[in-house]
């Protein structure tokens, strides 16, 4: 042992020189007898530290000093004869009765033909005190972040180690062990959309770019769902060479008040679209409703003031124009009931075997009039007879929709094609014209109401808006989809898909 060793040479020179070092050291010494604990002798560093009087401490047994049990104190003192340990922490007690820690380094050595313990002892206090303080904080610290259902982590950003809390685990589901302690499990629950939001604010708290961590994301829990946790963090300690080594930080669950803010936001836009309808269904009843009666008004005063001066021809003129004014007021009339229905959650929805001609030719003959006006030919071409499964009513509003806009935008002489194309599961209908056609711009706007900006027809025709907005719910509401193929100049084409069996 390295003080065996340093006495035994010291003795090679002379006892005198021992002592002379054993009495000068800055380092309290005790030569003290192993089976007893009889102090024998105490050098001056010692007789300052524990306040006696040298006569005085070297007739005191080490017991009265160490504030251990007796049992443990002679446990210890066979273990430093036997060398079996040569270095213990003890409490002493000093002559004005203060207890101060000491770490002591104590070996069996022989000093005039005797047997004893030579101890070298430190002052371990401030440091025992300052280790005790700083458990205790952490001790606090933990117990109120348990304790505020916050889970704890402590990352070693020198070996990637990671301690999780128990709290921590428990939030996400997983009991103690089965969570690894290293940055790799944390790093894999993180959700995919959010890891690299999360990585670049751990990066610039550990650049020093900002003072602490602090980010939300979602965390893979042990049932394979999704939590929200707000995470925040915090670098405490650095190397000798300034870089980063230990970081702690806290999760906490921030579900529910991610899942208010979800519904909040959704709120909002209900209310913004419950706004853009309410706008919507004031302008059509005080503009879009009013002037299709203006002109069945102003057409019908005039007839019955010149009917005995009109020939057959031009009564039929404008008779033609008072029922062409008639069908879209009718149809503009049934799309508000229908989309104030909607809007309500009031609408039927009953989906029942259907002939798709038997719908078709009802209104082509409803719509003819307005066709005939512009000379249009309405054309349904289908190779055999198809059968849909389909509300009724919503397909026929679709229908008289989509074919009433074909007019609208066709130009004189022009043709309108509806034509069915069956597949396995499902029925693809288009209603195509020879028209005026869109740009892209104008098709990405059509289905939405608060984007959807009305545009006179190819005879100044005007329409509300609302025909497109519907076909979209009423076909969403089989299951289906529509959509439009136009090219400026060249006409449009309009699609929907309709179910051919019962849906599942």
Same mark, same amino acid.
């Given at each position: 042992m390295f003080l065996n060793s340093l006495y035994q040479n010291v003795m090679i020179k002379s006892e005198a020189s021992f002592r002379n070092i054993f009495e000068r050291h800055d380092a309290i010494m005790l030569l003290i007898e192993p089976k007893t604990g009889l102090i024998i002798d105490a050098n001056n560093s010692a007789i300052k530290f524990y306040g006696y009087e040298k006569a005085k401490l070297c007739s005191m047994n080490i017991d009265k000093i160490n504030t251990l049990s007796q049992e443990q104190i002679l446990i210890e003192r066979t273990n430093a004869i036997n060398e079996k340990r040569n270095y213990f922490i003890f409490p002493h007690k000093l002559a004005n009765g203060e207890i101060r820690i000491i770490e002591a380094?104590? @070996?069996?050595?022989?000093?005039?033909?005797?047997?004893?313990?030579? @101890?070298?002892?430190?002052?371990?206090? =401030?440091? =025992?005190?300052?280790?005790?303080?700083?458990?205790? *904080?952490?001790?606090?610290?933990? &117990?109120?972040?348990?304790? %505020?259902?916050?889970?704890?982590?402590?990352?070693?950003?020198?070996?990637?180690?990671?301690?999780? *809390? $128990?709290?921590?685990?428990?939030?996400?589901? &997983?009991?103690?062990?089965? /969570?690894?302690?290293?940055?790799?499990?944390?790093?894999?629950?993180? +959700?995919?959309?959010?890891?690299?939001?999360?990585?670049?604010?751990? %990066? =610039? +708290? /550990? #650049?020093?770019?900002?003072?602490?961590?602090?980010?939300? +994301?979602?965390?893979?829990?042990?049932? #394979?769902?999704?939590?929200?946790?707000?995470?925040?963090?915090?670098? /405490? @300690?650095?190397? !000798?060479?300034?870089?980063? $080594?230990?970081? /702690?930080?806290?999760? !906490?669950?921030?579900?529910?008040?991610?899942?208010?803010?979800?519904?909040?936001? =959704?709120?909002?836009?209900q209310l913004r679209e419950l706004n853009a309808t309410k706008d919507k269904f004031f302008s059509i009843i005080a503009h879009d409703l009013r002037s299709p009666f203006n002109s069945i008004l102003g057409f019908s005063e005039l007839l019955i003031e010149h009917v005995k001066k009109y020939d057959d021809e031009e009564i039929e003129k404008y008779l033609g124009i008072i029922n062409s004014s008639t069908q879209s007021t009718l149809v503009l009339l049934d799309n508000l009931l229908n989309w104030a229905n909607s809007q309500t959650g009031q609408v039927n929805f009953k989906p029942e075997t259907v002939v798709l001609s038997s719908i078709i030719q009802p209104i082509f003959e409803l719509l003819n009039s307005s066709a005939k006006n512009k000379s249009l030919a309405l054309n349904y071409v289908q190779s055999e007879e198809i059968e849909v499964f389909a509300d009724l009513n919503m397909i026929k509003t679709v229908l008289r929709n989509l074919i009433s806009n074909a007019i609208k935008f066709t130009t004189s002489k022009g043709k309108i094609n509806v034509y069915p194309v069956q597949y396995d599961k499902f029925v693809e209908i288009a209603v195509s014209d020879n028209g005026v056609g869109m740009n892209e711009e104008t098709q990405n706007k059509l289905f939405n109401l608060e984007t959807n900006k009305t545009t006179l027809g190819t005879a100044k025709e005007k329409g509300s808006g609302l025909g497109l907005i519907l076909c979209k719910e009423f076909v969403e509401k089989h299951g289906g989809k529509i959509w439009v193929e136009s090219e400026l100049g060249k006409g449009s084409k309009f699609k929907f898909t309709l179910p051919l069996n019962k849906l599942e």
């Open positions: 380094h104590s @070996s069996p050595i022989e000093f005039n033909e005797q047997q004893l313990l030579f @101890s070298i002892l430190h002052d371990i206090t =401030k440091r =025992k005190n300052a280790e005790q303080a700083l458990k205790d *904080s952490e001790l606090r610290w933990k &117990f109120a972040i348990e304790g %505020n259902s916050d889970g704890l982590w402590d990352w070693n950003l020198i070996t990637n180690e990671l301690f999780f *809390s $128990e709290q921590y685990k428990k939030m996400l589901g &997983f009991a103690k062990e089965e /969570i690894d302690a290293n940055l790799k499990e944390w790093n894999k629950r993180i +959700h995919p959309d959010d890891k690299k939001k999360v990585f670049d604010d751990l %990066n =610039k +708290h /550990i #650049n020093g770019e900002i003072d602490f961590y602090e980010n939300e +994301h979602r965390v893979l829990c042990n049932d #394979n769902t999704f939590k929200w946790v707000l995470d925040r963090g915090k670098i /405490i @300690s650095y190397t !000798s060479d300034n870089k980063p $080594e230990r970081m /702690i930080g806290t999760h !906490s669950d921030i579900t529910s008040r991610k899942k208010t803010e979800e519904a909040l936001n =959704k709120s909002e836009v």
